[in-house]
């Protein structure tokens, strides 16, 4: 590979030296050509990637402004309101083969509460019979885990659809219950797609992990 300018090279007394990850200067002839490969390809495809993330911030706020300019306009001229108490709202083509979905989730945080709802869990687990309830040992051991500082939010719901009549495992959903804590919401729009009315939806897809 012959040596040509690089983006990040820095000039001194006209050599051109690149950064390493220590903070060291190295002379860009002294780099291989592979680790220059590398930096090329990398350099392109997260300038490429930070493009993208802009286009994507400016489209959602036009997105969420394009459909509260339709729902003002709704309001102003009919006097009706278009969505749901929580703000969610459908709208749809009139070949009815195209769709935009406004979806309110709740933030949750869980209180000190969660921490006495699972000592009466492991009461619960240590009293009964240890060949009984596999499946539910299993769940309790993943809603209670903790990854990256998250509770596991879907597995201890699915703890709550359990129907126990123990006393100590009915007070124990109580606690988690009384330690969930609405601190905000957070909006989100899908857009679906497909070929007739007659055929299933379609997510047109807008997450790089998902695509």
Same mark, same amino acid.
């Given at each position: 590979?012959?040596?040509?300018?690089?983006? %990040?090279?820095?000039?001194? $007394?006209?050599?051109?030296?690149? =950064?390493?990850?220590?903070?060291?200067?190295? !002379?860009?002839?002294?780099?291989? !050509? %592979?680790?220059?490969?590398?930096?090329?390809?990398?350099?392109?495809?997260?300038?490429?990637?930070?493009?993208?993330?802009?286009?994507?911030?400016?489209?959602? $706020? &036009?997105?969420?402004?394009?459909?509260?300019?339709?729902?003002?306009?709704?309001?102003?001229?009919?006097?009706?309101?278009?969505?749901? &108490?929580?703000?969610? @709202?459908?709208?749809? *083509?009139?070949? #009815?083969?195209?769709?935009?979905?406004?979806?309110?989730?709740?933030?949750?945080?869980? #209180?000190?509460?969660?921490?006495?709802?699972?000592?009466?869990?492991?009461?619960?687990?240590?009293?009964?019979?240890?060949?009984?309830?596999?499946?539910?040992?299993?769940?309790?051991?993943?809603?209670?885990?903790?990854? &990256?500082?998250?509770?596991?939010? $879907?597995?201890?719901?699915?703890?709550? =659809?359990?129907? @126990?009549?123990?006393?100590?495992?009915?007070?124990?959903?109580?606690? /988690?219950?009384?330690? /969930?804590?609405?601190?905000? *919401? +957070?909006?989100?729009?899908?857009?679906?797609? +497909?070929?007739?009315?007659?055929?299933?939806?379609? $997510?047109?897809?807008?997450? /790089?992990?998902?695509?």
């Amino acid at each position: 590979m012959t040596e040509r300018a690089h983006p %990040a090279a820095i000039d001194v $007394a006209g050599t051109p030296y690149l =950064r390493d990850a220590k903070g060291a200067l190295v !002379p860009l002839a002294s780099v291989k !050509p %592979a680790d220059l490969l590398m930096d090329e390809v990398v350099r392109g495809l997260t300038e490429a990637a930070e493009d993208l993330s802009g286009q994507l911030t400016e489209f959602k $706020a &036009k997105s969420f402004g394009m459909v509260g300019e339709f729902q003002a306009l709704l309001a102003q001229d009919y006097g009706a309101t278009l969505g749901g &108490k929580r703000g969610n @709202i459908t709208l749809t *083509s009139f070949d #009815g083969c195209r769709k935009v979905q406004v979806q309110v989730s709740d933030l949750l945080e869980f #209180g000190p509460e969660l921490q006495a709802a699972k000592s009466l869990v492991d009461e619960c687990l240590t009293g009964w019979s240890k060949d009984s309830g596999t499946e539910l040992r299993a769940l309790v051991t993943r809603a209670f885990s903790v990854e &990256k500082g998250q509770i596991n939010r $879907a597995e201890l719901f699915m703890l709550l =659809r359990v129907n @126990i009549t123990d006393e100590r495992w009915v007070r124990a959903m109580d606690a /988690i219950r009384d330690s /969930i804590r609405v601190i905000g *919401s +957070r909006q989100y729009m899908r857009f679906y797609q +497909r070929a007739t009315p007659e055929a299933g939806w379609q $997510a047109i897809t807008l997450d /790089i992990a998902a695509a």
